[in-house]
């Protein structure tokens, strides 16, 4: 889809198009719960934020960051919530590393860990068979997966790597600041209806998952 996509248009016109439909479809969303101006003043709080903190290491967190800024409000809120987002992502991924696992065993705990069965989400993410068969029964043989299930030592392992990842935040919190409380009530509100809408997946074991 990739390749057929880059023979039709160049990659900056498809990201280009990209942004401009999904503020368009997040106006039609969100619109009469938030007019302009109180989503441009919660983006403009996002942009500070993201614009405040250091992208060494985050390497999807900071390429987002180098998108050109769009006028659209609500195309400001998505790339800014977006950049929140990844910039999470990558710190996940980092703590993942730093606790010795491959892609395919950390998908397999986080599958877990949010409630799915052993294959249920990590099967879509086309690992050969054998590779993730031999992903499973390493956790296993660790000790962190008994019965498709976490165990207590599992459990604990995964816990600890949620943990990392939040501490990873703290300076884009403090970026935040004083207003995060109201950042949070008005995105979680938005958010809601963004499910109620079918924008975002309605299983939150997904959106858990990312």
Request: hydrophobic share 50%.
């Amino acid at each position: 889809m990739w390749t057929d996509g880059c023979a039709k248009l160049a990659p900056r016109q498809m990201v280009a198009l990209r942004s401009q439909a999904t503020a368009a479809s997040l106006r039609d969303t969100i619109g009469f719960l938030a007019g302009e101006d109180a989503v441009a003043a919660v983006a403009a709080v996002l942009e500070h934020a993201i614009d405040d903190v250091d992208a060494a290491g985050r390497i999807l967190f900071a390429a987002l960051r180098a998108q050109p800024r769009m006028t659209d409000p609500y195309g400001r809120l998505w790339r800014a919530a977006a950049a929140v987002r990844e910039h999470r992502g990558d710190s996940h991924l980092a703590a993942c590393v730093a606790a010795g696992l491959d892609p395919v065993r950390m998908g397999v705990l986080s599958e877990v860990w949010v409630g799915y069965q052993v294959g249920e989400y990590t099967a879509t993410r086309a690992w050969p068979g054998s590779t993730h068969t031999a992903a499973v029964a390493r956790l296993e043989a660790d000790g962190m997966l008994a019965d498709g299930q976490l165990t207590d030592a599992g459990k604990a392992f995964r816990d600890t790597i949620e943990a990392a990842t939040d501490r990873a935040q703290d300076a884009l919190l403090a970026a935040v600041g004083d207003d995060l409380d109201a950042v949070v009530e008005q995105t979680d509100a938005w958010s809601q209806r963004c499910v109620e809408a079918g924008a975002f997946p309605p299983d939150i074991r997904k959106r858990a998952a990312g």
